[in-house]
């Protein structure tokens, strides 16, 4: 487990030098946040969360667990065990029904009602990524191939396989091999070259990606146009619009990326749940105080520029803490 208050984000936590000062609470309370691991939009959002609620809150601290899958981790704030996860409208819709990797929780319907929102965020879009060098050049190529979706249980497994299958026609299994592994044995695999393609949602530019992409030419695969068969519409028509088309520019990460052309994709509405019986106050203050301070995150952290005030109020399928509602309120947002 990692104490987000010493550590952190090499990036944010520079800039979180120059937060503006606490905000004081009569007493001190430590909350507990389950994310997946580095390298995604969704670690680096919800650890900047943490990060700017720590310096400058004085009435919680987050402590952040990075390991795991985001559909178990709302199980873990239903029943109590965790305070603050990763979400989705399609993953919470999956745990209201009992349904996809909810199938085997029988309380799963039950405990969602412990489950609130505090904002919604945008993935940026799932990148199927391969090594320029391995001549896969569409996701036609990747038959027969290994690739790598999302950890097993997770909600992008489901995403970036419904996708892909969509697109191409192809079957999980029986036209190319889905391994499983974590987050961050995926992406070491996928360097040693024991992957042929490795899939990761971030907002560009990626830092994982970046790094990849500074020593070896890599190159995404997608459409290159949307595309309107009825298999693919069906991937889009899930409650409030939350899965919608992404795209990712050709030119992204410059002489190490060899798109000719953007390529599009699956892009995803994320967000940041808390157990609906957390302390109205302190959510308030929580999310007041993230918002307050992101600006100077995205001086040292561009890819936060898509994380919008409108975009984090807008309304799905989940309903949203009081003290996050208040604050929406107070801004004209609800």
């Given at each position: 487990?990692?104490?987000?208050?010493?550590?952190?984000?090499?990036?944010?936590?520079?800039?979180?030098?120059?937060?503006?000062?606490?905000?004081?609470?009569?007493?001190?309370?430590?909350?507990?946040?389950?994310?997946?691991?580095?390298?995604?939009?969704?670690?680096?959002?919800?650890?900047?969360?943490?990060?700017?609620?720590?310096?400058?809150?004085?009435?919680?601290?987050?402590?952040?667990?990075?390991?795991?899958?985001?559909?178990?981790?709302?199980?873990?704030?239903?029943?109590?065990k965790s305070d603050i996860a990763l979400t989705s409208p399609q993953l919470y819709l999956y745990m209201q029904k009992g349904k996809a990797m909810y199938g085997k929780t029988k309380d799963a319907p039950k405990i969602s009602r412990n489950v609130n929102v505090a904002f919604w965020f945008p993935l940026g879009g799932l990148h199927f990524t391969t090594f320029d060098e391995s001549g896969i050049k569409t996701l036609m190529d990747i038959k027969g191939k290994r690739v790598w979706f999302g950890p097993p249980g997770g909600g992008q497994l489901r995403t970036a396989t419904d996708f892909v299958e969509a697109v191409t026609g192809y079957k999980s299994g029986k036209d190319f091999k889905r391994v499983n592994a974590g987050f961050q044995s995926a992406f070491q695999s996928f360097q040693d070259r024991?992957?042929?393609?490795?899939?990761?949602?971030?907002?560009?530019?990626?830092?994982?990606?970046?790094?990849?992409?500074?020593?070896?030419?890599?190159?995404?695969?997608?459409?290159?146009?949307?595309?309107?068969?009825?298999?693919?519409?069906?991937?889009?028509?899930?409650?409030?619009?939350?899965?919608?088309?992404?795209?990712?520019?050709?030119?992204?990460?410059?002489?190490?990326?060899t798109n000719e052309s953007d390529i599009w994709t699956v892009d995803v509405v994320l967000g940041i749940a808390v157990r609906s019986d957390l302390d109205e106050n302190h959510v308030y203050n929580m999310v007041k105080s993230f918002w307050g301070n992101i600006d100077s995150i995205r001086k040292s952290a561009p890819y936060m520029k898509r994380v919008t005030l409108d975009f984090a109020a807008r309304k799905f399928n989940m309903k949203f803490h009081p003290g996050a509602a208040r604050y929406f309120k107070e801004l004209g947002k609800h």
């Amino acid at each position: 487990m990692t104490n987000l208050k010493r550590t952190g984000i090499a990036a944010v936590a520079l800039a979180a030098v120059a937060l503006s000062p606490a905000t004081s609470f009569a007493q001190k309370q430590t909350l507990k946040m389950n994310t997946v691991a580095p390298g995604s939009t969704m670690y680096n959002v919800m650890t900047t969360f943490a990060n700017i609620v720590n310096k400058t809150q004085d009435g919680v601290e987050i402590t952040v667990d990075a390991t795991g899958a985001a559909a178990k981790h709302m199980i873990d704030v239903g029943r109590g065990k965790s305070d603050i996860a990763l979400t989705s409208p399609q993953l919470y819709l999956y745990m209201q029904k009992g349904k996809a990797m909810y199938g085997k929780t029988k309380d799963a319907p039950k405990i969602s009602r412990n489950v609130n929102v505090a904002f919604w965020f945008p993935l940026g879009g799932l990148h199927f990524t391969t090594f320029d060098e391995s001549g896969i050049k569409t996701l036609m190529d990747i038959k027969g191939k290994r690739v790598w979706f999302g950890p097993p249980g997770g909600g992008q497994l489901r995403t970036a396989t419904d996708f892909v299958e969509a697109v191409t026609g192809y079957k999980s299994g029986k036209d190319f091999k889905r391994v499983n592994a974590g987050f961050q044995s995926a992406f070491q695999s996928f360097q040693d070259r024991q992957l042929d393609v490795y899939t990761i949602g971030c907002l560009d530019p990626c830092a994982q990606l970046q790094q990849v992409s500074a020593t070896k030419k890599i190159r995404f695969l997608g459409p290159t146009e949307k595309v309107n068969t009825e298999p693919v519409k069906k991937i889009f028509n899930v409650p409030g619009g939350s899965q919608t088309w992404g795209v990712v520019k050709k030119d992204a990460y410059g002489d190490g990326q060899t798109n000719e052309s953007d390529i599009w994709t699956v892009d995803v509405v994320l967000g940041i749940a808390v157990r609906s019986d957390l302390d109205e106050n302190h959510v308030y203050n929580m999310v007041k105080s993230f918002w307050g301070n992101i600006d100077s995150i995205r001086k040292s952290a561009p890819y936060m520029k898509r994380v919008t005030l409108d975009f984090a109020a807008r309304k799905f399928n989940m309903k949203f803490h009081p003290g996050a509602a208040r604050y929406f309120k107070e801004l004209g947002k609800h």
